[in-house]
């Protein structure tokens, strides 16, 4: 059974604040403590999904141990003989038709592959503070 964590990332701070399970509340608009998100994702989902953005564990983990999250920068591992082709570097996201996790490849722009268990990945960043290793070169 998969692991479910959230993390959120405060736009107006740009930071990270929290990984966690989320719990719905904000009172009086006071910034969540550093344990929990708070998020009222019932009655003011439109009023704070300007502010924060929540973002899914996948499940897995880099080569070192960190858990991978949607907006993840990865670098892909291919193991391929052809060295222009060995390393591919994405961003993680969740396609919701599908239910899965995937991932956009710098080498093969049109190319969205999901994410496996049994493939080696390594966070090298995420999309809020490291946006230009998306950047084609």
Sequence with gaps: MCEILL???DKGRKEYFTYGNVFIAISKGERP???EVYLDVISNADKYKERFVIERY???TDKNGKKI???D???HYNHCDIKEYSEDIGRVFYYTETCRFLRTS???PDDCPELYANREYEVIGNIHHNSYLL???
């Design 73 to 75: 920068i990865v670098k």
């Design 7 to 9: 993390r959120a990332y």
């Design 58 to 60: 996948t499940g897995l």
């Design 135 to 137: 950047e084609s070169q």
């Design 106 to 108: 710098k080498l093969f």
């Design 69 to 71: 999250f949607e907006g």
């Design 33 to 35: 403590n550093k344990n």
